[in-house]
């Protein structure tokens, strides 16, 4: 069997779910990964056999929007409040009432969302050659712009959050289109089909995580730039206001009613760091896998206060490595994780926020039994022979379904 992955350039989580979830399938199958370049530096594509760059034309590239036009704006946010009021499922049975703004986004997503020319040329060429193609996101570009000729051997993982381009009427109809489709948890499932009335019975895959051994080496030299005296909590992912949420409010005034050396450890992109200054929060910005690994491992817990989420790879990790975990319970998702794992607690205000950290700090037979239900739920639901598995599956059925 052969496959291609289709995927945007970026340092983001859903990329790095992609290229792990090709690396391990590339031991199985032949697995082609189709990048599409928009900027010059993204992610690191080393662990994978046969990856092909597309870039866009000058063109195109000055041509791609990152905003939205004001009737895209409007009526996204329009859309995002008759979901809330119950009513946009039956408003969206009734085709001929969003026809012509849908003819308007089109129009605009193809000036300013475009798909690099040599890709769309190569996939004229190679079709017949893939048995299967996997696209990761359901308002990504190549998503919105392969679906009328490729749908049909495609698997979409939509990565749904409750986020406002999910109202976006193409992001509807992307849903809509691509038959086979996988989720990453059946929150994720469950909330595509409240907005797009997708199937329930569509499967749920996740994805496995890449653990680097630990390195009493890197964690030495990092004690060495940064003394941690004490116990630190940890939060690893994009540090932007929709991601983090209340964190930086929320351990700011606990440690203010709760004086300690407690520490609130950063790793990723620094779009807020700048605007953030105490002695208690330290700003690493992008760090190694190896060092990462070293964070959770010696963190006493491990922090996802994002409400966007379709999976959480740094969850899944926190439990693999038995560190609790705390996360915000707005989010379907990571709610979902720690009813079924019992390996954590979770927040919807400071109040909770509080009594979670103040029922795990001083109690590290407490942290220890939630970290091994971690270990035995990711185990049982997201190691990699269990989603292996299921992969093969479902690509098998695809490549059937088209011969």
Same mark, same amino acid.
């Given at each position: ?54 870039? #866009? ?75 299967? #193609? ?28 409750? /986020? ?52 009493? /080496? ?16 940890? #939060? ?34 620094? #779009? ?36 966007? /989420? ?94």
């Amino acid at each position: 069997m052969k496959i291609a992955f289709i995927h945007n350039n970026a340092k983001t989580g859903a990329t790095a779910h992609a290229i792990m979830l090709a690396k391990r399938l590339q031991d199985k199958m032949e697995v082609v990964f189709l990048v599409c370049n928009l900027i010059e530096t993204g992610a690191d594509f080393s662990s994978l056999k046969n990856v092909r760059e597309f870039s #866009y034309s000058e063109t195109q590239r000055h041509s791609y929007a990152n905003k939205w036009p004001l009737h895209v704006s409007l009526l996204v946010r329009l859309r995002m409040l008759l979901f809330h009021l119950r009513l946009l499922r039956p408003l969206d049975k009734i085709t001929p009432l969003w026809q012509p703004f849908r003819t308007m986004e089109k129009q605009w997503l193809f000036r300013h969302s475009p798909l690099p020319k040599e890709l769309e040329e190569y996939l004229r060429q190679h079709d017949g050659e893939f048995d299967a #193609y996997v696209i990761l996101g359901n308002f990504t570009g190549p998503a919105f712009h392969l679906k009328e000729k490729y749908a049909h051997k495609t698997v979409l993982i939509p990565l749904v959050h409750m /986020e406002m381009p999910q109202f976006i009427l193409s992001v509807h109809d992307i849903s809509r289109r691509y038959p086979f489709l996988a989720f990453n948890t059946s929150a994720e499932r469950r909330l595509c089909h409240r907005i797009h009335d997708t199937p329930l019975s569509a499967p749920v895959i996740g994805s496995g995580i890449e653990i680097s051994k630990q390195n009493p /080496e890197t964690w030495n030299t990092f004690l060495s730039q940064h003394p941690i005296h004490g116990d630190y909590l940890l #939060y690893v992912g994009r540090i932007t206001r929709r991601k983090t949420g209340h964190l930086f409010d929320y351990f700011t005034r606990y440690k203010q009613k709760h004086p300690s050396p407690l520490k609130l450890i950063v790793a990723g992109d620094s #779009y807020l760091s700048s605007a953030i200054r105490r002695d208690d929060i330290i700003f690493l910005g992008f760090v190694s896998e190896t060092l990462k690994n070293e964070l959770i491992h010696h963190a006493a817990i491990v922090i996802n206060p994002s409400q966007v /989420e379709s999976l959480s790879l740094i969850v899944l990790e926190a439990m693999h490595a038995g560190v609790p975990i705390v996360v915000n319970g707005k989010c379907e998702v990571l709610k979902d994780h720690c009813d079924q794992s019992h390996a954590g607690m979770y927040y919807t205000d400071y109040s909770s926020f509080e009594q979670a950290l103040d029922s795990l700090l001083p109690c590290p037979s407490l942290r220890i039994t939630l970290g091994k239900n971690g270990q035995t739920y990711e185990a049982a639901n997201y190691s990699w022979p269990v989603i292996l598995q299921k992969w093969e599956n479902l690509l098998t059925c695809v490549s059937e379904a088209n011969h």
